[in-house]
């Protein structure tokens, strides 16, 4: 209940993305604080209807956001329903990526990209910048570095001195898990679009001070693993 009161405020904004991205950090770290599975498979059953509320009722949802999702379920289900119109980012999204091959066009040469084809691709679409423009090779190198972030922020929550830095640690997990996956999988078209950016990659002031906090607070985790004597 505690969560609910921040996730339903974020969701009226509406701001679908981060309230997903609270959603994944309050598991994350109820998961580190040993929930039982039976009790977080009766929370997701009785989630369930107040999901259906959310998608009926205009003040939590707005169109364009039921449009977004509906678009994802026609690209997986039936593409020739998809409007050209909401599935714009998407398609040239998935244009570029495509059009990058194996070791890409190289960095400023990217025909969507600096044609300014993808759009917001400073943030929620740079990870199809860096497809078109650094390949599947780039493509991979960057997952491989975000997949670390997430392995140190795992190691350093399980290497914490106190259960507050074990939950602490896991909540950025989450948060980090969130963002990467979602902004990744949207650029792919294997998860809806909602605007989520990508960490340390993405252009933004507000998110690159959190991401920064974040690891900062994960260092001091770290630090403070061993009594440090002077």
Do not use: C
């Not at 997903?20 to 059953?45: E, G, K, P, Q």
């Amino acid at each position: 209940m505690l969560a609910a009161v921040p996730i339903v405020l974020v969701l009226m904004q509406p701001d679908l993305g981060t309230a997903i991205v609270l959603v994944v950090i309050w598991m994350s770290m109820a998961w580190a604080a040993d929930l039982r599975l039976s009790h977080l498979l009766a929370l997701v059953v009785l989630t369930l209807p107040l999901l259906v509320m959310i998608w009926f009722n205009d003040t939590l949802l707005d169109e364009y956001q039921k449009t977004r999702l509906l678009t994802f379920y026609y690209l997986l289900t039936d593409p020739t329903r998809v409007d050209f119109n909401s599935g714009y980012n998407v398609i040239q999204a998935l244009n570029a990526i495509s059009s990058g091959g194996l070791t890409g066009a190289g960095l400023t040469r990217g025909l969507f990209s600096q044609g300014n084809y993808v759009p917001v691709q400073h943030t929620d679409f740079i990870f199809a910048v860096v497809g078109e423009e650094l390949g599947f090779l780039g493509g991979v190198v960057l997952i491989m570095f975000l997949t670390a972030v997430l392995w140190q922020s795992l190691t350093i929550a399980s290497r914490a001195r106190d259960r507050f830095g074990h939950l602490i640690a896991t909540g950025i997990f989450g948060m980090f898990l969130a963002h990467i996956t979602i902004n990744i999988g949207m650029n792919m078209s294997i998860l809806p679009v909602t605007g989520l950016p990508l960490p340390l990659i993405s252009s933004g002031g507000s998110f690159m001070i959190v991401t920064l906090t974040a690891i900062g607070l994960l260092q001091s985790i770290a630090l403070r693993r061993r009594k440090l004597s002077f």
